[in-house]
């Protein structure tokens, strides 16, 4: 085990997946800086505008070669619409940098991900995939992905008016990815799972 942790070259074959569900405004906690028995000024409140709030939901796979796809998940999200994205979309891609499906697959632990559609699906196909832990977002280089993407959008003080807007916003955002960055993330995987492993799997920096 301790081998397979420090061992580089094996992240080096690992694609690492994900979904996320991006909301078309900022519903998380905001830092404000405001004068002393000021906390109901209108100058240092915000509006809350869940009433019209939409997402958009989505799947993205990451390795060290490069960013991979992104790609919007309409309607709900099941075994068989998730067996379609795995045969249709990231196979071919995945294919593209690692030949003959020269890799390693990592997927959490979601029920969507152990039903029998999408587990025959990854066996018909010879998908190797990674064992994986369950309760361990901070282990998933991905997750760096979503948080720069987020970060992008809201900084930018994005107010999408529709879906079609939003999910443009994410491609644009995903466009900007790098295979240095990917690379990068990947490669801090030894570090993660040492970090890990230090504070007897609690919460980590990552």
């Keep these: 085990m301790q081998f397979l942790v420090n061992d580089d070259n094996f992240w080096e074959n690992v694609i690492f997946s994900d979904e996320k569900v991006f909301q078309s405004s900022h519903n998380g906690k905001v830092k ?4 002393p028995q000021s906390r109901f000024n209108e100058t ?3 509006k809350d505008n869940s009433s019209g ?3 958009v939901n989505v799947w993205a796979w990451i390795s060290s070669r490069g960013p991979g ?3 919007k998940i309409d309607g709900r999200l099941n075994g068989q619409a998730y067996a379609e994205i795995l045969e249709n979309v990231f196979l071919p891609s995945a294919n593209l940098l690692f030949e003959n499906n020269d890799f390693i697959f990592q997927q959490d632990n979601c029920p969507v991900h152990r039903c029998r ?5 990854l066996f018909e196909n010879e998908v190797n995939c990674l064992p994986w832990c369950s309760r361990s977002p901070d282990l998933n280089p991905i997750e ?3 948080g720069f993407i987020t970060q992008k959008m809201y900084r930018e003080n994005f ?3 529709n879906p079609d807007e939003l999910w443009d916003k994410i491609q644009e955002s995903w466009e900007l990815l790098t295979v240095e960055y990917t690379r990068n993330l990947i490669r801090s995987m030894p570090t993660r799972l040492n970090l890990v492993l230090d504070v007897n799997g609690a919460a980590i920096k990552y």
């Design 159 to 161: 107010r999408p008016q």
């Design 117 to 121: 559609i999408v587990q025959n699906c």
């Design 144 to 146: 760096n992905i979503w």
């Design 44 to 46: 240092y409140t915000k």
């Design 53 to 55: 709030r939409f997402s």
């Design 69 to 71: 796809v992104c790609w």
């Design 32 to 35: 404000v800086f405001r004068p």
